[in-house]
Every structure is written in structure tokens, then in C-alpha cells.
């Protein structure tokens, strides 16, 4: 482990993305603290410029502060981005789990319901499980870990495949040991880091999902999200650029962030992968 | 004989995908909160017993699940995609006529992205660790994290607010009927440029990044070191021996991005009021007219699968070696 911390380390990049991060999780886990009004409500004058009326990065078309609604909206865009990788996760090992290991029939069904899963246009699969369901926190989560988990099952696959054939799996067969305890304490150990990496790198793609379902109005009405910010600037952009420049622009360095720590990531547990 | 087989395996693969999407559908229509017959009427604030009796009576929603069932997938297979109640029409008639717009939007963005990827990865894996690679590179890795509707917003920002040089929204303008053909061409050209490249933008990085790992990759290859100790120029090289090879692993992922793009088309066209699938889609949402976005979602998906037959096409243009297969 400490090992892989330095090796994490020496990436110049690897350090920026999380550097930009943690100030992302402090402005999330500080909003109540910096803005302990709600985002929703109205503290200015409509369609102040950055600077004006105290406030840092203005007010949108009612008055209330953008500053303010990007702080709040890193909560959600973090909540959701980390909560529905999670569920992709859940379904992506258990799935590929079960195919890489049983192999035959079971890999066949599995896979080829993955493959449907992944030419479906996934945004509108989203979409339209939003719409459905109505558009709250847990069915955004749900929808967006729906659409996410058919590269985590594929993976999880070839790795549990490869790992099959190890010989101290043929050791703990001949054990007697079940075949819960196989997968869950010597294969999936043995697998996860590969895991670790696409899952970090689903979060960044997560919250790309949040944020264009919320800028379509399928953001949870609660909870100010920075998709939403965007999309209610932008019918008055010609006016005031301030409202969907900087909502934007913080979905950006947040996924920046977490794609360059993943990458990071990637050659710190993965050497042999990144060294050829 | 083996095309035959293999086209036939590929029609079974559209027939199996149609019936899961539309199984979906209907799992969606029934786990929604409420009852199935005013979801599959649009939900409307003031719905009509009448059209909702009709609706029950047609989806026989009284018959047990497994015939319900059936009874849609008939429908869907007869391109039957239900009635909007909302907009009066035939959903199947809506759909169809705002598909030429989504592909000729789609299709433009997919060679942009896919040319402009291999150009410019060909280019930083050739120029591997000196200042142009970074640059690529790092242009790369910042669009790929940038919201594909931002990225719209901030083109017309600049390119229709600021500098006026490209209209920032629709299809054609508004006096595009008195046009000649040539002027109505050039019109929605001008209207297509800036969807086209926000929608490109997002996936033209994540081929650079690509083509330029297999640029690296292709280079270590024994022919090419051959072909350099011929003497032959790094030019040629490059275009007769390392391009073909090196493009390949991209256009498999491409194909297999299909869908996704066809996903952010449906973002692109909200932003520029493109009037596609994807905006049919936005105005759906806003309604919540359910029988329009369950259609939408079905042909959406047909078209990916359209998309990765092309690609397999490209493929086997550029590979021969498949083609003789």
C-alpha cells in the first residue's frame, strides 16, 4: 500500500486532480457553513454581475446566489455521482462475478444481456426511468446505476475469469471450501483494483449523467444541482453569462479531478498494465 | 454463404434487442406510479374516461400480464408505437418525421469526431512527449470532462453572441422557403455547424486519446520498423503502413459509442433547438407525454444498431483482410 501511495504520488497529475477534488469535498461538506441559507432562497437583486451586491459570482434571474448554488449543488453532484456508481457496482460485480466464475450457459445469458445493455442509448434509458419514476434523489441514483454498470460487469468478468484459474483457487476448491466463500475471499481480493479504477472513473461519468438529466428538468425539484443552474441560464444567456458559465465550469473541474485521479490511480495499482 | 450467416446473425441480434427494449417499455409502464392506462395516455391533467377506456380496451390492461405483454410487443413489431394524446398524433408519424434532422445531426458529428480523432492522435503518438502532444492531450482530457450542453452554450456564447458569425439555434432560418437550393443548403449548413461540433467535441477526444496509444503501439510493430529501414520517409510510413492498422481498435469504439452519442444528440438538440428525436424527446419530458418517449426510446435504439452495422461496414473497407474472410 505505501507503495502504491508513492507511486501515486510521483504523477504530477494524479496530485493536481486531487488537490482540485479535495477542494470540491470541502466546498461541498462547508456549504452549510459558507452559505447556511438555502440555495433556493432569494438574498439579491435579479441579475447581478460576478462581483456586485457582495456577491462573488452573482445572482441569477429571481436573485438568488450562484456562489451559493454551486456549493450546494456539489453535495448532490458528489451524493449522487458516488451513491449511484455504488449501485452500478452492485449490479456490475455480482453480474460479472456470476459469469466469469460459473462460465457456460450462465456466461452466455449474462453477457449477452450486458451487450443489449450497452447498445442501448443509456441517456435515454435514464431519461425516460426519470420520467417514469418521477425525478427524486434515489430514482436518479437508481436510473443513472442502471445505465452505468454493464462496463463494470465486463471487466469484473475477464478479471474473475482469469483468476479462476489460479491455483490456489484450485487449492481452496479442493479445500472444500463453498463456492461463496471462493469468490468472495479469494477471487474478489484478488480482482478489485482493476474494479477500483473504472469505478472511480464512473463516477466522473455519473455525474455527467446528473448533471445533463437535471439540465432536461429531471433533477430532483429539492435539491439545487448545477445541471439545472445551466439550464435555467441559459434562456438568458445573451444577458447574463455569469448563470450558466460558472455552474458549468464546476462540473468540468470536477470531472477533470476525479478522471485525473483515476488515471493516477490506474498506474499505481495497475503497473504492469501501465508500463507496456 | 458466410455474409448470408452473418447478416442473418446480425438480424437475429436487432430482433432479440427490439424485444428486450420493448419489454423494458413495458416493465417501466407498470412499475410507474399509478395506473398503466394513464401512463400509456400521457398522464394528461384532465384525462379523457373515455380515451382511457379505449386505451385499457386496447392493451387488453384487464387480460393478465404475459398477454398484455404480448399484445404490445404485436403492436411494436407492426410499428404500432401508440397514441399521443397530448399532441393528437400517432406517435410512429412523430417519430418519423423528426428523424432526418437527428441523422444527419448524428452522422456529421460521428466522421467529424471519428476524422478529427485519428488526425489528431496520429499526430500527438507521432510527436510523443514533445509540446504539441501535451497540448492534444491535455485539450483532450479537458473536453472529455466538459458537459456535452455546455460545451453547446458556451460555442454559442462565443461564436453566435459575441462574434455573430453562426446562428446559434434551429434548423434553417426562417425564410429558408424562398431559398434556392444551393442558398438552402449553405443556410442549414451554417444552422448544423455548431451542434454538430459540440456534439463531436466530447468523443473526438476520447478517440484522440486512442488513436494516439495506438499510434505508439502500432509503431513498435516489426513491418514498420521495416519499412523505416528501407529508407522510406516518416510521412509515408505513417500513412501507408501505420495509419490503417492504428485506426482500427478506434472505429470498434466508436461503434460502440454509437449510443451514447445518440444520448447526447438528445442534449445537443435541447440546447440548439434542433428539431430532431432529441428535442421530440425534451418536449416529451417537459409533457410527460410517456407513449412519446417510450417510442422514442425504442427507435433510438434501433438507430444504434444501425450505427454499429455501419461501422462494421467501415471496418471491413479499411481491414481486407475481414472482407475476404
Redo the contacts between chains.
Sequence with gaps: MNDTLKTFLTRKTGVIGLVLLALVVALAVLAPVLYPASPWEITGVPFAAPGEYGMLLGSDTLGRDIASGIAHGARVSLLIGVASTLAALCIGVVLGCLAGYFGGWVDMLVMRFTEIFQTIPNFVLAILLVAILNPSLWTIILAIGIVSWPPLARLTRAQVMTISTREFISAARCQGQSTASIVLRHVLPNAISPIIVTGSLTIATAILIEAALSFMGLGDPNNMSWGFMVGAGRTVIRQAWWMSVFPGLAILITVVAINLVGEALNDALNPRISRS | MLQIRRIGVRLAGLA??IL??AT??FI??H???GDPAS?MAGQSGATDEKFLAEVRAEYGLDQPYIVQLGTYLGKVVQFDLGYSFRQRRDVADLIMERLWPTLLLTLTSFTLALAGGIFLGALAGRRAGRWSDTLISMGA??L???????LG??L??VFS?QLGWLPAFGYASIRADSFTTWHYITDVASHLVLPAVSLAAIYMAVYTRLMRSSIIEVSHEDHVKTARAKGLTEGRILRRHMLRNASLPVITFAG?QA??M???A??VE??FAWPGLGRL??DA??Q?D?PV??G??LV??VL??LV?LLTDLIYRMIDPRLAAR
Design positions: 432479440a434487442t428486450v427494449i423494458i417499455n417501466l409502464v412499475s410507474a406510479p401512463v482530457l479537458l472529455y470532462a466538459t458537459p456535452v450542453f455546455w452554450l458556451m454559442v456564447l453572441i460502440l449510443g451514447a445518440i444520448g447526447g438528445v442534449v435541447t440546447v424527446t425534451y419530458v417537459l410527460r410517456y418517449l417510450l422514442l426510446f433510438m435504439s444504434v444498431i454499429n
